[in-house]
């Protein structure tokens, strides 16, 4: 059986069964971090694995999802690619990626990595329930969630899907043209009642590590801006650092190859930030969790 037919057969209980088993896993997670962007190539999936890597560092148990369905890039990063999955014919476990960091990707339900995955959206929806009910995450203190770009069907699953106290990162890059993709990005979130912890602006200008001086390569402050423009906070800039490129194709991420780096020292306050929001992550937030049709 392939590791797809494996998570189907799993959860096969009714739609009640189902929700039942959702709300218990969902209960042992205290918060969901969605990561988002507006369009592809921001360094989306790069903030998200290097942002888990982050919060494990700090003494927090942290599961990263992966449902870039088109391209799940995390387990590159992070080393990990074509992982065998076990089951213990209940739940399946997530791969034990670093100390205090598991991770479930689509990745390792592709058998032909070559092949383009063609769902639609009732099975997007199906597979990110799964992924979310039959994965093992046991008690975390963060679950990550790495999404494909845009508004489509996987994001609007995970915000329908994730239970509460979640909130979106949304990551752009400083340039106009990205900042217009995130506005949509954003109002996304709104519509969906997902949380938005804020902008995060990745690439954001290039210090040479020779002479120190700061260049802004592609442009400066969009991500501030339109973090004022639209009222919601702006959680910080990450430099454009060419060694990331890299770490990635070497299968480890920036935060543990260089941790002394500018950009590795960033995600690491970004985590900090994070932690400390507890406007995001009071109790008091509505949990609404499944009982949705799945998206048509
Ligand atoms: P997305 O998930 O938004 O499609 P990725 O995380 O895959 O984007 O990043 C796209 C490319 O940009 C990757 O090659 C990645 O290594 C690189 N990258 C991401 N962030 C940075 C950065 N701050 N500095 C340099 N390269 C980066």
Redesign the pocket.
């Known amino acids: 059986m392939s590791h797809h037919e494996q998570l189907v057969a799993i959860g096969s209980d009714s739609k009640e069964q189902e929700e039942h088993r959702l709300r218990e896993r969902m209960a042992r997670i205290r918060r969901r971090l969605v990561v988002l962007?507006g369009?592809?190539?921001?360094?989306?999936?790069?903030?998200?694995?290097n942002l888990a890597v982050a919060l494990s560092s700090r003494g927090h148990r942290v599961g990263l999802l992966d449902v870039?369905i088109h391209?799940p890039?995390i387990p590159t990063?992070l080393g990990c690619q074509g992982s065998s999955l076990i089951s213990d014919g209940q739940s399946i476990l997530p791969v034990e990626v670093r100390h205090r960091l598991t991770l479930m990707s689509i990745d390792f339900l592709i058998g032909n990595k070559t092949d383009a995955v063609i769902w639609r959206g009732p099975m997007k929806f199906k597979v990110i329930q799964q992924f979310l009910c039959d994965v093992a995450w046991g008690d975390l203190d963060y679950l990550v969630v790495?999404c494909p770009?845009g508004t489509g069907d996987e994001p609007l699953s995970v915000a329908q899907l994730i239970g509460r106290p979640a909130a979106a990162v949304v990551?752009t890059t400083p340039q106009e043209l990205a900042v217009a993709d995130v506005r949509r990005c954003i109002t996304f979130c709104q519509k969906a009642d997902l949380p938005i912890a804020g902008v995060l602006e990745?690439?954001?200008g290039y210090v040479c590590p020779q002479c120190g001086i700061h260049t802004d390569l592609f442009g400066s402050g969009g991500g501030e801006r339109l973090s004022q423009e639209m009222s919601v906070p702006f959680l910080g800039r990450?430099?454009?650092?060419?060694?990331?490129?890299g770490?990635?194709?070497a299968g480890s991420c920036?935060m543990e190859a260089h941790p002394e780096s500018p950009?590795a020292q960033s995600y690491l306050m970004l985590a900090g930030r994070l932690h400390e929001r507890e406007d995001l992550w009071s109790e008091g937030q509505a949990a609404p969790l499944t009982s949705r049709e799945a998206p048509r």
């Open positions: 962007s369009k592809g190539g921001v360094g989306k999936s790069t903030a998200a694995a870039d391209g890039s990063i790495d770009p990551v990745n690439m954001s990450i430099p454009i650092d060419p060694r990331i490129v770490c990635g194709d920036l950009a």
